[in-house]
T-cell receptor
């Protein structure tokens, strides 16, 4: 099992970059790292995933450490709408579902 | 939003009464899930389904049953609701990608058991 550690909360000023860290030191070599976020009063939504290389999409970038024991979700320019709980979820080999921890609550300050 | 709806969106019931929550999808996804979310616990899996009439337990399945008689509907039943089942319930589907899979969640059902 890949145990995950994320800070409970972080703050960012609006329009500044945000780096959300995650440690997953026991992840296996072939399991992907997923990031989801949950806006207030909504269900979680997919953000991004990656295996070894850094990944970019329209929402965010994912930087994965070379040893894969940690990753960082990067929001290049935080907006008020990015205020949410962000979950780092390493896959578990053979599992059919996602294992959510308590995530990082991001507060964006205007 | 992957065409997922949940009903009802809010429900208040009394201890000991049966409750059924419905999850409906419009895109014929094979996998469907029920999670509950409580303060301090993130989301925890209750049951999931991998096809019509094929279901399996998650980590917090006690007190819950599920049924899937057709692809589009996944029902969660609390046979005799208890106050500890007061929670927000999320349904999800899983899409299968070429590399890995992604889950999409419904809007949630807030259940209060008095």
């Amino acid at each position: 099992d890949a145990k995950t550690t994320q800070p409970n909360s972080m703050e960012s000023n609006e329009e500044e970059p945000v780096h959300l860290p995650c440690n997953h030191s026991t992840i296996s070599g072939t399991d992907y790292i997923h990031w989801y976020r949950q806006l207030p009063s909504q269900g979680p939504e997919y953000v991004i995933h990656g295996l070894t290389s850094n990944v970019n999409n329209r929402m965010a970038s994912l930087a994965i450490a070379e040893d894969r024991k940690s990753s960082t979700l990067i929001l290049h320019r935080a907006t008020l709408r990015d205020a949410a709980v962000y979950y780092c979820i390493p896959e578990r080999t053979g599992a059919n579902n996602l294992f959510f921890g308590t995530g990082t609550r991001l507060t964006v300050i205007p | 939003d992957a065409g997922i709806t949940q009903s009802p969106r809010h429900k208040v019931t009394e201890t000991g009464t049966p409750v059924t929550l419905r999850c409906h999808q419009t895109e014929n996804h094979r996998y469907m899930y029920w999670y509950r979310q409580d303060p301090g616990h993130g989301l925890r899996l209750i049951h999931y389904s991998y096809g019509v009439k094929d279901t399996d337990k998650g980590e917090v399945s006690d007190g819950y049953s599920v049924s899937r008689s057709k692809t589009e509907d996944f029902l969660l039943t609390l046979e005799s609701a208890t106050s500890s089942q007061t929670s927000v319930y999320f349904c999800a589907i899983r899409t299968t990608g070429a590399i890995t899979d992604t889950q999409y969640f419904g809007p949630g059902t807030r259940l209060t058991v008095l």
